[in-house]
């Protein structure tokens, strides 16, 4: 329970970062994941826990383009921006295939009692961290079906504090949404004045 309760509140720090859309969040997107291992690993969330991997390598792939990604301006940090159409269809197919595979080893592998749940937010959460990682908009609305299953999820599971922050997630990501979107309208104003 102490490892839940600071896997929260590190969750917090990083989903006050998030919404600011400041870089520093990659730092607590290492932390946060190595908490959980433990936490979900205990609870028997297989996915969850194999995800927090993915989610330390995620971190450094997303500090890495936030940083040197912005193609257009070189040494300027990657704009928030639309996710384009033709990668619609890749993170759908990208969403599928892991899906279909993770519910499969879990079936297959543990003895998880919530195998195709935790296969959804599992492989659902891994497009969401790459769009994150990519810095386009539409990454919050993935986000709020996340944490609206998860917070389903968690409280089956009896980890209540962590259905109370993605409870909260839920709803930040909703401003976060109307947060980004004006940060990226601000800053398309800004460069058509230029």
Do not use: H
Not at 41 to 65: P, R
Request: overall charge positive; some cysteine; aromatic content about 20%.
């Amino acid at each position: 329970m102490a490892l839940e309760i600071i896997g929260t509140l590190i969750g917090l720090v990083y989903l006050w970062l998030e919404y600011r859309a400041s870089i520093y969040l990659w730092i607590a997107s290492i932390i946060m994941p190595a908490v959980y291992l433990f936490v979900y690993y205990d609870a028997g969330l297989y996915a969850d826990f194999g995800i927090n991997i993915y989610y330390l390598l995620a971190a450094v792939y997303g500090w890495w383009v936030w940083k040197y990604g912005n193609k257009e301006k070189q040494g300027e940090e990657l704009p928030i921006t639309r996710m384009p159409r033709g990668k619609w269809k890749m993170a759908a197919a990208m969403y599928l295939v892991f899906q279909l595979l993770i519910a499969w080893i879990l079936i297959r592998y543990t003895d998880s009692n919530v195998p195709w749940c935790d296969a959804f937010t599992t492989a659902l959460s891994m497009v969401a961290m790459w769009m994150l990682a990519r810095k386009y908009l539409e990454q919050w609305l993935v986000w709020i079906v996340v944490d609206v299953v998860s917070v389903a999820l968690y409280l089956y599971k009896g980890l209540f504090f962590t259905a109370g922050l993605y409870a909260l997630y839920a709803i930040i990501a909703v401003y976060g949404y109307w947060n980004w979107k004006n940060m990226m309208e601000q800053k398309k104003l800004q460069t058509e004045r230029l």
